[in-house]
């Protein structure tokens, strides 16, 4: 088992930043790729950014330009540093880690963090 704990969060004026954290422990050899998601109110979990231990990073459209993610697989810690935060990036973001296979989740090694929530509010 991984158990992934995320850190950052809150509540932030539109335009402003913020980072994110998540580190995992445990079994964490079977782990190639690490990422956020989030989950607005009445909609559906979605992708936001994914890193993989070999450095390749993936990125929603809607965050491109705004929003950087970093980290190191090998060493179980991701980051996300958003910056340009508009009221519809509100949500509870998620950290994941998984073992991915020629784009293949493998459904036994899919993690999830408890999630944190970021409010983007005047």
């Known amino acids: 088992q991984v158990q992934l704990v995320e850190s950052g969060g809150g509540l932030v004026q539109p335009g402003g930043s913020m980072r994110l954290s998540c580190i995992a422990s445990?079994?964490?050899?079977?782990?190639?790729?690490m990422g956020w998601y989030r989950q607005a109110p009445g909609k559906q979990r979605e992708l936001v950014a994914t890193i993989t231990s070999g450095g390749a990073t993936n990125y929603a459209d809607s965050v491109k330009g705004r929003f950087t993610i970093s980290g190191d697989v090998a060493k179980n810690t991701v980051y996300l540093q958003m910056s340009s935060l508009k009221p519809e990036d509100s949500a509870v973001y998620y950290c994941?880690?998984?073992?991915?296979?020629?784009?293949?989740?493998?459904?036994?090694?899919?993690?999830w963090g408890q999630g944190t929530q970021v409010t983007v509010s005047s």
């Open positions: 445990g079994s964490t050899g079977s782990i190639t790729r």
């Open positions: 994941n880690a998984a073992r991915v296979i020629a784009t293949i989740v493998l459904p036994k090694y899919d993690y």
